[in-house]
């Protein structure tokens, strides 16, 4: 048995995430009743990552601003603009792929979504953004509101600026032994992914999707399209050397991750273990994750995209060039919000309909049909937007590096 475990360690972890995923596909086939008690696995793995990341996120973000040297550079400011850029772009490739390959919906009442109740408009979306600012901290660490979160550690952080080393020493440690934490839920990863994907095939199965396979392709395919095409066109524009190396690695080491959990708070400890293995600077990630996290949502700007111009198609209703542009910019500017309503992408998808006056009753049908894929829509949506988060990081760090003649070297495991 000993000689078992020491064989399971010298694993990659990729490796015993692909074997803990194979097992819950077969077992989910097979054996579904019988290994029905493995699905514990995927809750204990899923909220013990929610359980360490919002209080981990305070300490981190909490210590490197109180440790921050006046005249010590971040690259903050370069990183918001990549957020915000690659969410307008991937709201811009969902409108042009839904010109290109329009699809029509199948509307009828929308199961389980009775009690859901969507913003009105962009100003409530950004209203309820700003009350999340001042939540009371022990609220916001208890509902893992991480705008809350944020906040509550850049004040604490700043006002510690001036504490004595002893109290920073005392706050950074334990930053790390949270990190400690987060290593050792990660190496859970394998039976936790083996527990979600037997609960997601058992409890769902494959044939609920079938009617929606067009729509299906088309929201994949965006997402697809963004982590493969434009992201790697962004990040050679920031270093100017082969793309894929960096852009693989995030999405092998934050998006399978990201995929399982469907839950980007989930995964902001797994990012920031990323970032540690590619050497970036820890004052920047311990911000930038968690803040993108939040606002960095180029699979919700898809999702709101291509769900309206589908309800749009089924209406019969003439969209303009004008007005397709307006909708990306409107999807880019509700998703960075998604995080603050509760439903995430899905309930925006009403206040993107307003735009073409689109009833609400049929708004909530085409949120449920978003609920029924989201079995595969939530995944992908959810890796696309976690990996991203690491990308940007990397490549605004690496730009500088670039030009300070640094060496970027990509570790391979």
């Not at 009743?33 to 013990?48: C, D, E, Q, T, Y």
Request: contains cysteine.
């Amino acid at each position: 048995m000993t000689e078992l475990l020491k064989q399971w360690n010298q694993l990659s972890l990729v490796k015993r995430i692909i074997i803990g995923l194979i097992t819950g596909i077969i077992l989910a086939i097979t054996v579904p009743n019988v290994a029905k008690p493995i699905s514990i696995f995927g809750s204990l793995f899923v909220g013990a990552l929610k359980a360490v990341a919002p209080i981990l996120v305070l300490f981190l973000v909490m210590s490197a601003i109180s440790q921050h040297k006046k005249g010590q550079k971040t690259n903050m400011k370069s990183i918001i603009v990549l957020y915000l850029l690659g969410t307008f772009l991937a709201g811009l490739v969902a409108v042009v792929a839904s010109f290109m390959f329009p699809v029509t919906l199948k509307l009828g009442a929308g199961a389980g979504i009775e009690n859901l109740t969507p913003p009105r408009g962009v100003v409530e979306v950004l209203k309820s953004l700003l009350m999340n600012i001042v939540d009371n901290p022990v609220k916001a660490l208890a509902n893992a509101n991480y705008i809350g979160i944020l906040v509550w550690a850049l004040l604490l952080g700043l006002a510690l600026k001036n504490a004595s080393e002893s109290t920073k020493t005392m706050i950074s440690n334990i930053s790390d032994a949270l990190s400690q934490v987060v290593k050792w839920v990660i190496n859970f990863a394998p039976f936790g992914i083996m527990g979600l994907v037997f609960d997601t095939i058992a409890t769902n199965g494959i044939k609920v999707l079938q009617d929606y396979v067009q729509l299906l392709f088309l929201l994949v395919g965006c997402m697809v399209f963004m982590a493969l095409v434009v992201n790697p066109i962004i990040t050679f524009i920031s270093i100017r050397q082969n793309p894929y190396p960096l852009v693989l690695k995030c999405l092998k080491d934050s998006g399978i991750t990201a995929f399982f959990t469907r839950s980007s708070a989930a995964n902001i400890p797994v990012n920031m273990n990323l970032c540690g293995k590619l050497g970036l600077d820890k004052d920047t990630y311990s911000v930038s994750i968690p803040l993108g996290a939040t606002i960095n949502m180029s699979g919700a700007a898809i999702t709101i995209s291509v769900l309206t111009l589908a309800a749009v198609n089924t209406l019969g209703i003439k969209v303009d060039i004008g007005t397709a542009l307006i909708l990306s910019l409107l999807s880019a500017i509700s998703a960075c919000g998604a995080s603050g309503v509760a439903g995430g992408s899905l309930l925006l998808v009403p206040l993107a309909c307003s735009l073409f006056r689109i009833p609400n009753d049929v708004a909530m049908q085409v949120v449920g049909v978003g609920f029924i894929v989201g079995v595969i829509q939530d995944s992908c949506e959810t890796a696309l937007n976690s990996s991203t988060d690491v990308l940007f990081t990397a490549i605004s760090e690496f730009a500088q590096w670039r030009k300070e003649g640094k060496k970027i070297v990509i570790p391979k495991k």
